[in-house]
């Protein structure tokens, strides 16, 4: 039996999850949690195999989520489980170690397929995102600017992309609002812009 826990910040998703994978005779969700830190406190009581991990919760960033699930949990394999297209995040996630990238946009065949590929090792990508990958590694497509951003520079990107002042994004990341102003002229200088609203129009347009 491959144990599932679910950590997304909807009920309606983490039970409907539940309802689709009670359908399979080798799967079954056996843990929830609404956060990243809720994440680890079920796993230090209840042993699982996979974890579908959302993005956007409440909290710590994706990013801090899934390293901290990593570091601490090393043979639990987790898939990302978003609303998030592919292109936002999906490049970036498996370069951090995810063993599968599914939208909710993907068939409940898809995701029933991603865990049963996870559990035995394997990492899942779509068609789509298999083409794209094999482009950048041929070196068919150089990929958006925004790709070659360290994880905190992405995260900040994105949350000046959903108007967050940078007092706001320094409340949401847990840092100074001098250091939040300092990787905003880190991005600016690696996207070649020259102001904020550039900065939140390239999110805005890169989907961010």
């Known amino acids: 039996m491959i144990r599932v826990m679910t950590v997304d910040d ?13 359908e399979t005779a080798d799967i079954r ?10 994440a680890l406190a079920a796993l230090a009581k209840q042993s699982v195999d996979i974890v579908l991990l959302d993005v956007a919760m409440p909290g710590s960033s994706f990013v801090e989520a899934l390293r901290d699930l990593k570091e601490q949990y090393p043979k639990v394999r987790v898939i ?16 951090a170690g995810v063993a ?7 068939s409940s065949e898809e995701l029933i397929v991603a865990i049963r590929k996870a559990h ?3 990492t899942y990508v779509s068609a789509a995102l298999a083409e794209r990958l094999a482009r950048e590694v041929g070196g068919m497509s150089a990929g958006p600017a925004h790709d070659a951003l360290s994880d905190r520079e ?9 108007g967050k002042s940078v007092k706001e994004i320094a409340g949401a990341l847990e840092l ?14 690696k996207l070649g812009l020259k102001s904020t609203a550039d900065l939140i129009r390239y999110a805005v347009e890169h989907r961010l």
């Open 10 to 22: 909807h009920r309606i998703v983490r039970e409907g999850v539940t309802r689709l994978l009670e």
């Open 29 to 38: 969700v056996i843990a929830e949690a609404t956060s990243g830190s809720g």
């Open 80 to 95: 990302v489980l978003t609303g998030h297209a592919e292109e936002e995040y999906a490049v970036r996630a498996l370069k």
């Open 100 to 106: 599968g990238y599914v939208t909710k946009e993907h």
């Open 120 to 122: 035995s090792g394997g």
């Open 154 to 162: 992405h995260e900040v990107l994105r949350l000046l992309g959903q």
């Open 176 to 189: 100074s609002s001098k250091t939040v102003s300092t990787y905003r002229t880190r991005l600016l200088e």
